[in-house]
């Protein structure tokens, strides 16, 4: 809970759309760049320019180690995970080739593909269980001779349903096809090894798990795929400027223009921040939340909660309904009676709405993070009693 006796408090339960509050660490970083760096990376020769190139690989450094990246200049950054997912799209699709991915996929990787299918891709899209969960044989019955990618969340940002990346990455490797995985939820959340999961391409975002700043993120690329990737975008890196050919390494190519040193900064101190808690530690704390709020909705009356029910199934994130209430007018009720701030709707994942049979009204999600304590689990709880017992809202 935040703010002062003067203001309506706030319980904040929408970290899976961004985390809040962030470390002090966070903050600091990026102050202390504002304040005594400042210069732009990899432009210039002179000592703040090189200060500023050493804040930008301790933060690739410290997401290889997070993240199981290879080597950390194949850590390369983007605004967000939608940019990365699209490059991990555009960049290595073509009309003609044939790509698989699941039913409980965000529009960050629903959208480039549907786009590439007007172009000329043939798309599978696999069936997924009511509770979210995707067969790994399933998958495999639905590659081809020319499926040259699998496209999968790690965990759905409507259920939190985590799903079975390790053994789809064994397939898609014992296929000799590219495995792209969205973990836009999952970064720093949910262990998550590139390396020993056999994920060519990791799409990751600053600003949730990791505890950085919006208008981050990146793309973890294998070996095999920083072959096969092109960019999105082309133009100055700050090396190889004496050609107009665009470099053909890691990170340059993937990194045209100035870079957001300053957010990119922030990123690498909530990187940090995630590495010294230890993220099995952070998991426990957030199944033992998860699973006092999965408990407590299903002992209140009319509530409907979606997903597999089981916490340790799951990131810390729960949909729910009240029957024969509208999801919007719920999270407006929790927002303006309570100061409960929540997700209502789609989430911008129709597809998995459709897939847990809550499209076209959605759902009203709870995100927890790092930060939330058992006692805001039980204030929540409290306040969706009272509007399942209201008539009308």
């Known amino acids: ?66 993240l199981g990246a290879e080597d950390p200049l194949h850590v390369a950054f983007a605004k967000n995970a939608t940019e990365a997912l699209n490059i991990a799209v555009f960049g290595l699709l073509e009309p003609g080739d044939h790509a698989v991915t699941s039913g409980m996929e965000h529009n960050s990787v629903m959208r480039p593909l549907r786009e590439m299918e007007k172009r000329g891709l043939s798309l599978t899209v696999v069936p997924c269980s009511p509770a979210g969960v995707v067969d790994p044989g399933d998958i495999r019955k639905a590659l081809r001779a020319d499926t040259k990618a699998i496209y999968l969340t790690h965990a759905s940002n409507v259920t939190g349903t985590l799903m079975p990346v390790a053994e789809i990455g064994g397939i898609a490797r014992e296929a000799g096809v590219l495995f792209c995985v969205d973990a836009a939820q999952t970064a720093g959340a949910v262990p998550l090894d590139a390396g020993s999961m056999n994920i060519d391409l990791v799409a990751f975002t600053g600003h949730k798990s990791l505890y950085g700043p919006q208008g981050t993120g990146g793309l973890v690329l294998s070996r095999e795929a920083e072959k096969r990737v092109r960019p999105l975008l082309m133009g100055g890196t700050g090396s190889r ?135 805001d689990v039980e204030t929540v709880l409290r306040a969706i009693e009272q509007l399942s017992s209201r008539k009308g809202l």
């Open 241 to 375: 400027s004496e050609s107009e050919e665009h470099p053909d390494f890691l990170p340059d190519r993937l990194e045209s223009g100035t870079q957001n040193a300053v957010g990119i900064a922030g990123l690498g101190a909530g990187a940090r921040f995630v590495t010294e808690k230890g993220v099995p530690s952070i998991r426990k704390k957030e199944i033992g939340l998860t699973a006092a709020l999965i408990g407590g909705l299903r002992a209140i009356p009319d509530v409907v909660v979606y997903g597999t029910g089981a916490a340790e199934r799951q990131t810390p994130v729960v949909s729910f309904n009240i029957r024969e209430k509208r999801p919007s007018d719920v999270s407006l009720a929790l927002d303006e009676e309570f100061g409960i701030m929540s997700r209502p709707g789609l989430q911008c994942a129709p597809a998995a709405h459709r897939t847990i049979g809550t499209f076209p009204a959605g759902t009203v999600r709870l995100s927890l993070g790092f930060f939330n304590t058992e006692k």
């Open 1 to 66: 809970m935040t703010g002062t006796d003067d203001e309506k408090r706030i319980l904040y339960l929408d970290n899976a759309a961004t985390s809040f509050p962030k470390p002090e660490e966070t903050l600091e970083a990026m102050i202390r760049f504002t304040r005594e760096v400042g210069a732009s990376p990899g432009r210039s020769g002179h000592r703040l320019s090189i200060e500023a190139g050493r804040v930008v690989l301790d933060a690739r450094m410290v997401l290889a180690e997070l």
